[in-house]
């Protein structure tokens, strides 16, 4: 076994969530911040579902 990359819990959310709020949709103004506000948030509550947030996230999708 190895290392933990990130041993406590709040390093290990923040890695988790950076590369979701900094995906090109969200930084490049294709997805407005409310709904990635949204997401997020929903998300964290279960209030929106794996289904709905991969449905959300393929929609405003830029291929680079």
Do not use: H, N
Not at 14 to 23: C, D, E, R, S
Not at 42 to 53: I, N, Q, R, T, Y
Request: glycine fraction near 10%; charged fraction near 15%.
């Amino acid at each position: 076994m190895g290392t933990e990359a990130y041993p406590q819990l709040p390093m290990k959310a923040a890695a988790l969530l950076k590369p979701v709020v900094w995906l090109p949709p969200l930084v490049d103004g294709s997805f407005s911040a409310d709904a990635a506000f949204e997401l997020v948030v929903g998300g964290a509550a279960g209030d929106v579902s794996l289904e709905v947030s991969t449905g959300l996230i393929a929609r405003y999708l830029v291929r680079r």
